[in-house]
């Protein structure tokens, strides 16, 4: 059967590095017979350039339509005097919503010739592998009301985080499932301490480790995760969490592995359809000077066709060119550490480097 990708390149580097994951796509669809045709639309910021709405019908039609999504990375300081509704950030939020995109794998993985270039001692991150499991479509990003309105006549800004027992089993039982897959761990990060969101999510967590017996389940409260997540992040192996906690850690747990530019996403719904990303932003202050770093797009890529389309073989060629590229010590910007072994590149010789790649893997 005929595939359908998305594609979103969005704005800042998005379709930078987009362009160089497309690369890719193409030439493992023509390798493995994949028949995967791709659509492109525009999104975020550039959606709202040309039709005054960050998702337009049309897209978010396309989206449930096809079998996956690729998207760059959305947003700009131009767009700080939008109309709250009309903002790059609103049309990802509705995007995640329409889709019940609820699931956030966040890996967090440390190739070892990038050890040095970690904020922490090698010995601290070497050999690490963390999956996060972001909740990605309730809690406070959600909950309602929200709002800023005059009380008293001063202005007041106000969110709520609400979760239900569904959405918390939901994503309790994703995490359960990937950790029966990897090393049998799994953290509940929550604030059951302050918030009685978090008691709810720690006992429909604890409820539903009734069946998986086979898992060890373990609880921290979200600052004490973060301190962590710092002082001995090989502790974790799969960390499950709420939609603002989960932000917050992952973004984290990616400067452990050397650079953000390094780690991809996946936001899967409850039969496997994805939107993949980078994890990293639009990084407006280097888009179109080359200096953007195209890896995590295409290990985003590896990932939809691991988890989404099932093509594992084609995954694995794609990370390990992506490993012989870091291996040969090629670097982006972001992940040089000013040794003499090191080759420099920009974007697109990046993406060279990884097409070289993959034809010798």
């Known amino acids: 059967m005929p595939r359908k990708i998305v594609v979103l390149p969005g704005d800042g580097i998005g379709p930078e590095i987009v362009e160089q994951a497309v690369r890719v796509l193409d030439a493992v669809n023509e390798q493995y017979k994949l028949d995967i045709s791709t659509q492109t639309f525009a999104f975020g910021g550039a959606s709202y350039d040309q039709s005054g ?26 767009y700080d005097k939008a109309p709250r509704d009309k903002r790059p950030e609103r049309g990802l939020l509705r995007l995640r919503s329409e889709l019940e995109l609820f699931s956030n794998l966040r890996p967090a993985m440390l190739f070892s010739e990038l050890a040095d270039a970690s904020s922490l001692k090698p010995e601290l991150v070497a050999g690490l592998d963390i999956m996060i499991l972001r909740e990605l479509t309730g809690g406070i990003y959600f909950g309602g009301p929200r709002g800023i309105e005059t009380r008293d006549g001063k202005q007041v800004g106000f969110n709520t985080m609400v979760y239900s027992e569904d959405e918390i089993r939901r994503i309790a039982k994703s995490g359960f499932e990937i950790a029966m897959q990897r090393d049998r761990r799994l953290c509940s990060v929550d604030k059951a301490n302050v918030l009685e969101v978090s008691e709810l999510w720690r006992e429909v967590v604890i409820d539903t480790a009734q069946h998986y017996p086979e898992v060890e389940l373990s609880h921290m409260y979200v600052d004490n995760a973060a301190m962590q997540l710092v002082r001995e992040p090989k502790q974790f192996d799969v960390i499950v969490t709420s939609n603002l906690f989960g932000d917050i850690l992952s973004d984290a747990a990616a400067m452990l592995t050397g650079s953000i530019g390094m780690l991809p996403s996946a936001s899967l719904d409850i039969n496997g359809k994805g939107m993949y990303e980078p994890v990293h932003g639009s990084a407006p202050d280097i888009a179109g000077t080359g200096k953007a770093n195209p890896l995590a797009t295409i290990l985003s890529l590896s990932m939809l066709l691991r988890y989404t389309l099932n093509e594992s073989v084609a995954a694995d060629q794609i990370e390990a060119a992506v490993a012989s590229v870091i291996a040969n010590g090629v670097r982006c910007p972001d992940i040089a550490s000013g040794s003499a072994n090191e080759q420099i590149v920009n974007t697109v010789q990046m993406g060279d480097a990884v097409m070289t790649a993959l034809q010798d893997t």
Not at 69 to 77: A, M, R, T, V
């Open 53 to 78: 709405e960050p998702l337009t019908e049309e897209t978010l039609k396309a989206c449930r339509d096809a079998d996956a999504i690729l998207l760059g990375s959305i947003g700009g300081p131009q």
